[in-house]
């Protein structure tokens, strides 16, 4: 199964620009620094995009099974990732996923590689 292509690039790279430009207005507004913040992804998959080659056009794939040599460093950070990776993080994470196996992959993720983070965040299964 295959999703996105060269515009899902740009458009995670937009978003996080506009992720760091938001999260700033939260710490640095002394009128803003009292709000809570939330994050909240609707398609939120397993915050992995793997990249892949597919009729010589770059195409993005939303699993993860690929483990061979060649595929391993052509990953993409996708939108939850990134949210969780900001440097100033949101006081709360809301993560909406239709398949209970994504829904697992991005829960192993985040408690891997953000377990600080594992407090603030609802992971829900469902549309």
Do not use: C
């Not at 991005?106 to 965040?121: A, C, N, Y």
């Amino acid at each position: 199964m295959f999703f996105g292509g060269d515009w899902t690039r740009e458009k995670l790279e937009k978003l996080q620009a506009y992720l760091v430009a938001y999260r700033r207005i939260f710490t640095t507004n002394p009128k803003a620094k009292f709000f809570a913040t939330w994050y909240v992804d609707a398609f939120a998959g397993t915050g992995t995009h793997s990249l892949t080659s597919q009729s010589s056009a770059r195409t993005l794939s939303l699993m993860e099974d690929s483990d061979t040599d060649e595929d391993r460093g052509q990953f993409l950070d996708g939108s939850a990732r990134i949210a969780l990776g900001l440097q100033s993080p949101f006081d709360n994470y809301l993560f909406v996923e239709k398949s209970r196996e994504k829904a697992d992959t991005l829960r192993s993720m985040i408690s891997q590689q953000f377990p600080k983070l594992l407090e603030r965040v609802q992971i829900r299964i469902g549309e």
